[in-house]
Structure formats: structure tokens, C-alpha cells
């Protein structure tokens, strides 16, 4: 019998049951982890460790749970780390490489895909302006002879970032007549399909009438859109964070879209969430768009989740790297770990 220990979510509470129903008729056994306070992440005293952690085979650590080194030293018998969606943020990768630890995470297609439709949808309500339509509409205001959309095609769409939704959004915008350039240093531009540019971070805000974000959360990216770069960007573009809201300054961001120099914006993800009612984002004006973390959450992800991350544990238990692995090249070790473990020395 292994112990499994799953953290909360509140936004994956069926799904999260469903998983735990699974694992315990399969003779596991499962500890949840405490509630956490709404828009704080959850960082588990050290004097929990050992009722938590001490015989804990595989984590399932969600984005509301911090993850750290002093945990994973906690659980000597722990065979890896599984986060039930894409974002692993909140696990500290670094040590999990050093420990030959190995994390799961869901990259299942449906929720990249998902992520990159709604992220389409998003450019074509910037550039037409749906909000104020909506507006005017609701408030029974005579209809203006001023003409605000923009056609989307002909137009320059930046990605900051090229991984898996990246390409899907690339994918999804085949047939709209746009020009697609990203800014991904992972990315060799060989590697790249037809029709996407390579350019430097400098030359995708100055000629980009979209910049849409599609990366991680990490030491480097985050406050990677600044005040600096947000006043570099192309007067009057648009800007899309589906991302992390640690990617964009949001003070900055704030001080930068009063001023008038962006065109439009659509964020789903904040520093805090839920998005506090004093946020001064919500009292922003204008073409901007703020959804909760929420847009591309599709019926077609949930029903999938829960399975892939279900296959992520049942893999990890039988010694075999999970379905969706956040980092390959810790295999090895990874493999050398779990023989000291089979032959009950300290891992």
C-alpha cells in the first residue's frame, strides 16, 4: 500500500475527490492536505511535516500549495511530485532535479488547446471592441458613428513564449490573414513552423499589434513585462495574459493603461486570486477584459483531468515516468532514487 498525500484546490474539488474515491479503492492510502485561506497560497508549517509527509510516496500538489525543498527532504520515501494542471509554479523544480524527484503535471491536450481557443477568442473581442458593443447595448445608448473594430486580419501578433500553447494558438490562427512572431530563447527558430519569426524581445513589443503571454512563472519571467517594456510596446496594441499574473507588473500596468498607450488588454490570471475587490484593475476603464482565472476552464478539460492525473500516479507507483513529465532529464536519477528506495536505503 502506498500513501499519497493531495493537496486542495478549491476551483478541483471533484475532481480531486474523484481521484482520492480511485486511489483508496485501489488500497492507497490518502492524507488531504489542509484548506488553504482564499488568494493565499498554502505553506505548510514545519511541524506538520511529519503527520503530512514522513510516508508519503507520491505528492499531489496543487497551484494553491507551495511545494518546497524542506518537503521534499520531509518525505524520504517520496517518488515524485504531480500537479493536476499545467502550472507548476509552486514547486521548487530546482531541488526536485537535485533530489532525483520527478514531476507530473496535466499538459493534456484538451487543456492547451482549450487555453489557445479561448485565447483567440480574447484577440478578436479586443480588436472589435465586444465590450463597449455590450455596453451600449445594455445602457440603451444610441449607437455612435465612430468606428472603433479592427479587423484582425493584416494585423502582427506577438507570443511571448512558444511552448505547447503557443503553437496551439499558432495552429488556430491559420486561415486569419496574421502575421505571428514570438519571442521564445528555448525555442531555436528552425524549430519553428512556417510563417513564425524569431525576434527579440525589443522588436516583438515595438511591432506587435497583439502581444500574448504563454509562459511559465519562474525567477526570470517574473515582472517580465514592466513598465519599461509595457511603454515599449506598439501605441494603441492590445495585450493578453492567460499565462501568470506574476508575469506583468500589474502596478505598472495600471499606471501604463491610464496613460492612455494601450489599444486594449484581456488578463485571466493575477498576482492574488481570487482578484480582490480593491484591486485597482477592477476600476480600470476602457477596452480591457478581466476574467477570473476562468475563460478556458471547458467542460472537455475537467472530464479529462482527473484521469491523466490518476495515469500520473498509477505510473509513478509502477517505476514508470508519468504520462505528462515537467522534467525528462531527471529520469535517470530518478530511476537510481527509486532503486534505493526498493532496497530500503535513504533516498
Known sequence: MS????GIHPGLTNELGWVCEQLVSKGHHVVRGPQPAPGVKQVFPAETYPQLFSNTDVMVMTSHSICSREI?????????VITPTIGVETVDLEAAEELGIIVGYGAIPENFISVAEACVALFAALFYEIKRSVTLMRDNVQRPWERRARMVRGKTIGLIGFGRIGRAVYDRLQGWGVNIQTYDPYVKPSDLPPGVNAVDMATLLATSDLVSVHVTLTKETRHLLGE????????????????RGGVIDEDAFCRVWKDGHLGGAALDVFDTEPLPMSSPLRSLEGNIIL?????????????VLPHALLRNIENVLKGEPPLYTKNPNVV???RERLSRL???ASA
Open 332 to 334: 535517470p536519477r530518478w
Open 342 to 344: 526498493a532496497a530500503g
Open 72 to 80: 521534499m527532504l520531509a518525505a524520504p520515501r517520496l517518488r515524485a
Open 3 to 6: 500513501q499519497i498525500f493531495v
Open 228 to 243: 519599461k517594456e509595457l511603454r515599449s510596446m506598439k501605441a494603441g496594441s492590445c495585450l493578453v495574459n492567460t499565462a
Open 291 to 303: 476574467t477570473e482565472h476562468f475563460i478556458s476552464h471547458t467542460r472537455e478539460t475537467h472530464a
